[in-house]
């Protein structure tokens, strides 16, 4: 009988091994290290996301038992104290320029013209307890962390993460983040700040957002609207000239407002500088920003950012990162194959399979009937 690898195995094998060891060279990661190394420090979180272990401890347990098989894709047991010290002191970066290489590694398949290209911007937050206090604290008695992020919707991905504490503010993070010239970017009220709308104005970006409900627009011209629809109004004008402590408003060209009506009753005020899409386009582009929450949600409910293996700043950031790599090795691997089309469905056979010699190709069997499809993705205002 031909030897068949590990589901673990077969997901590994998509990460560039040569350019990770090189990157562990430059980042002195596996300096003064003799015995739990960089790649199998990966192995081990990697392990605790796709498993879906609750912790270091299970983490820890179920690298053990998994022993044989585990030698086999490149880890080993380890224990727990040895991985807790790795997570306070391996330095985060390595994952992060991992997480980069295999994003375009993953991307490659969805290039497309930049004109066409959509990103979705927001921050998600992960409550801590008060053992991370001493990073993570919000108020008296709150902790926890954000995570920021740029999505793309047709690729189904991150391109860009970044980790805070709660406390600093969405734009701090937005004003930092790389900004492709020419692409659009739609976010919600947490990015509301004119200086910041103005630089991406100034790449030739787009941007689709929303007023606060108290400010102005000085009305240049009125344009006409479809009957019947969800669209209220649809004119053309000027923020307010001057902000707080008579500062010039950097944002000082013709904005476009569109006021659509929601879930049959609310209003929203759509702001945008794009003075020539339709306003049904503007309308449905801030729709869309409904992706990145249902990405939220698939990433807390299916891998592991709601329990950490340490409260260091460190080890957040080590196993944030370790899960935004195990989507991407999800997605690639998702893509070698045909008959399990829903992501859900996918990382679930992934789960009760990650040990066992079997082909990612064949995680059902053949006389199974394909997982029922996913229903039709409905967008929602948000």
Not at 102 to 107: C, D, G, K, T
Not at 219 to 247: H, M
């Amino acid at each position: 009988m031909p030897h068949q690898d590990s589901v673990l195995r077969q997901l590994l094998k998509h990460i560039p091994w040569t350019a990770f060891d090189r990157l562990v060279t430059t980042h002195a990661a596996d300096e003064g290290v003799r015995r739990f190394d960089s790649r199998q420090h990966l192995i081990a979180l990697l392990y605790g996301q796709l498993s879906g272990a609750g912790g270091l401890r299970a983490t820890v347990c179920g690298l053990e038992s998994q022993q044989a098989r585990l030698y086999h894709a490149g880890g080993k047991s380890v224990a727990r104290s040895t991985m807790s010290d790795a997570n306070k002191s391996r330095p985060p970066a390595l994952l992060n320029d991992l997480f980069s290489l295999l994003l375009h590694q993953a991307s490659r398949p969805t290039r497309r013209k930049l004109a066409e290209t959509t990103y979705l911007i927001d921050a998600t937050p992960l409550p801590l307890d008060t053992r991370s206090a001493d990073w993570s604290r919000f108020s008296h008695d709150v902790c926890g962390a954000k995570l920021h992020v740029i999505y793309d919707p047709q690729g189904d991905r991150p391109i860009y993460a970044a980790l805070t504490p709660a406390r600093v503010n969405d734009v701090t993070v937005a004003q930092q983040m790389p900004i492709e010239p020419g692409a659009t970017y739609v976010f919600d009220l947490g990015y509301y700040d004119y200086a910041w709308w103005a630089s991406l104005d100034a790449k030739g970006c787009r941007l689709v957002t929303r007023f606060k409900t108290n400010t102005p627009l000085e009305l240049i011209r009125e344009l006409e609207i479809p009957a019947g629809g969800d669209i209220l109004s649809d004119r053309i004008g000027l923020l307010p000239r001057r902000q707080t402590k008579n500062r010039r408003n950097p944002m000082g060209g013709p904005v476009r407002e569109v006021r659509v009506r929601i879930e049959g009753k609310r209003e929203l005020r759509l702001l945008s500088n794009d003075l020539d899409a339709s306003a049904q386009e503007i309308a449905d582009l801030y729709k869309r920003r409904w992706r990145i929450e249902l990405f939220f949600r698939w990433l807390k409910q299916n891998l592991r950012i709601r329990k950490f293996v340490g409260t260091s700043e460190n080890a957040v950031r080590l196993q944030i990162a370790a899960a935004l790599i195990a989507f991407l090795l999800l997605r690639l691997a998702q893509a070698t194959q045909t008959r399990i089309t829903s992501p859900l469905a996918f990382v679930r056979l992934v789960r009760d399979n990650l040990m066992r010699r079997r082909s990612i190709a064949d995680l059902l069997p053949a006389d199974d009937p394909p997982p029922s499809q996913s229903p039709q993705l409905t967008l929602k205002w948000c």
